[in-house]
């Protein structure tokens, strides 16, 4: 009988995953697997349950949110590479940027279904310093706020918690003057209030990039880079760059792909990776993992293209 581990995390988003479990359970069974269940009790638990039965199950699947999610990731790649399961995600969080790039269904039924029974698809893993990300590492203007915001905010006023927690960041914005250089010879530098380094069309409902700009297996990330703004018009300019995706070397956003890319600054620069704190550095590498992952997919345009590769090997 095949074997799946599940993952959840009480509670994540508005504790929907606790809600949900004996529906997500129904759903596996009649899919023929015999279950093993692991609710989350702290910060790292994910990654350790993994890390230590992952390779005996034929699927892992985590319910909860994107923290949740790159704990499992963490946990899978501490695997040998031909022992790791495929993986599932059922979004929980308050966010779940990662679900909206990978085009998941919203309803738990359908969710579990595609987690339990989706085509398995090879997607790029990031890696910031030794620390794991399945879709983003970031810098600057608002990227503390999914780790310093409140739990319990997070569970009440959902997205709107990050927005309330950010607005209070406008009135002062630091910046940190930087170097970005790529083994290819591509570089900027100058005084940025955010940074990205992404496998994503979606970060925190703030950046939004178009679908064919983004592969999640080509081993190459987009790098935007925003400059420190410094009167209205450059504010306008910025939104505009983000909007078009319009943008130049020396302009107010600088965008490129790398499959690896350098930051290197005069002092400590604090990074989330996967909305939670990836540490504090004053030079930080992000290397691109090649296919280093399996995950389930099941509709829209993540199918298609998982069809395609399977048929094409």
Same mark, same amino acid.
């Given at each position: 009988?095949?074997?799946?581990l599940?993952i959840?995390?009480?509670?994540?988003?508005?504790?929907t995953?606790?809600?949900?479990l004996?529906?997500?359970?129904?759903v596996?069974?009649?899919? %023929?697997?015999e279950?093993?269940?692991?609710?989350?009790?702290?910060?790292?638990?994910?990654?350790?349950?993994v890390r230590e039965?992952?390779a005996?199950?034929?699927?892992?699947v985590?319910?909860g949110?994107d923290?949740?999610l790159?704990e499992?990731?963490r946990?899978?790649?501490a695997?040998?590479e031909?022992?790791r399961?495929?993986?599932?995600?059922i979004?929980?969080g308050?966010?779940?940027?990662f679900s909206r790039?990978?085009?998941?269904?919203?309803?738990l039924?359908?969710?579990?279904?595609v987690?339990?029974? %989706?085509?398995?698809?090879?997607?790029?893993?990031? !890696?910031?310093?030794?620390r794991p990300?399945?879709?983003?590492?970031?810098?600057?203007l608002?990227?503390?706020v999914?780790?310093?915001t409140?739990?319990?905010?997070?569970?009440?006023?959902?997205h709107?918690?990050y927005?309330?927690e950010?607005?209070?960041?406008l009135a002062?914005?630091?910046?940190c003057?930087?170097?970005?250089?790529?083994?290819?010879g591509?570089?900027a530098? %100058?005084?940025?209030?955010?940074?990205?380094?992404?496998?994503?069309?979606?970060?925190?409902g703030?950046?939004?990039?178009?679908?064919?700009?983004?592969r999640?297996?080509?081993?190459?990330f987009?790098?935007?880079?925003?400059r420190?703004?410094?009167?209205?018009?450059?504010?306008?300019?910025?939104l505009?760059a983000?909007t078009?995706?319009e943008?130049?070397e020396?302009?107010?956003?600088t965008?490129?792909?790398?499959?690896?890319?350098t930051?290197?600054c005069?002092?400590g620069?604090?990074?989330?990776?996967?909305?939670?704190?990836? %540490?504090?550095?004053a030079v930080t590498?992000?290397?691109?993992l090649p296919?280093?992952?399996?995950?389930a997919?099941g509709?829209?345009s993540? !199918?298609?293209?998982?069809?395609?590769?399977?048929?094409?090997?």
């Amino acid at each position: 009988m095949k074997k799946l581990l599940y993952i959840y995390n009480p509670a994540a988003g508005r504790k929907t995953a606790k809600a949900s479990l004996s529906d997500a359970l129904e759903v596996f069974a009649r899919q %023929g697997y015999e279950i093993t269940v692991h609710p989350t009790q702290a910060r790292g638990d994910a990654a350790a349950a993994v890390r230590e039965q992952g390779a005996g199950y034929d699927r892992v699947v985590c319910c909860g949110g994107d923290g949740t999610l790159n704990e499992t990731v963490r946990g899978l790649l501490a695997l040998p590479e031909d022992r790791r399961p495929v993986l599932g995600y059922i979004p929980a969080g308050t966010t779940n940027d990662f679900s909206r790039t990978l085009e998941l269904p919203k309803t738990l039924p359908e969710l579990a279904e595609v987690a339990g029974a %989706g085509i398995p698809r090879p997607i790029d893993v990031g !890696e910031a310093e030794g620390r794991p990300f399945t879709y983003v590492a970031a810098f600057g203007l608002f990227t503390d706020v999914s780790y310093s915001t409140p739990q319990a905010s997070k569970n009440l006023l959902g997205h709107f918690a990050y927005v309330l927690e950010g607005m209070g960041r406008l009135a002062s914005i630091p910046s940190c003057h930087m170097k970005v250089t790529t083994p290819e010879g591509q570089q900027a530098e %100058g005084d940025f209030i955010y940074g990205m380094v992404g496998n994503t069309v979606s970060v925190g409902g703030l950046v939004n990039l178009p679908r064919d700009k983004v592969r999640l297996d080509d081993g190459r990330f987009e790098v935007i880079l925003i400059r420190q703004p410094k009167t209205a018009k450059d504010w306008q300019s910025i939104l505009t760059a983000l909007t078009t995706l319009e943008m130049a070397e020396d302009g107010a956003v600088t965008g490129f792909s790398a499959g690896s890319v350098t930051f290197a600054c005069s002092q400590g620069v604090a990074w989330t990776v996967d909305g939670e704190f990836g %540490g504090e550095q004053a030079v930080t590498h992000v290397q691109n993992l090649p296919r280093a992952l399996t995950i389930a997919c099941g509709s829209g345009s993540a !199918e298609q293209t998982a069809a395609k590769e399977l048929g094409a090997k």
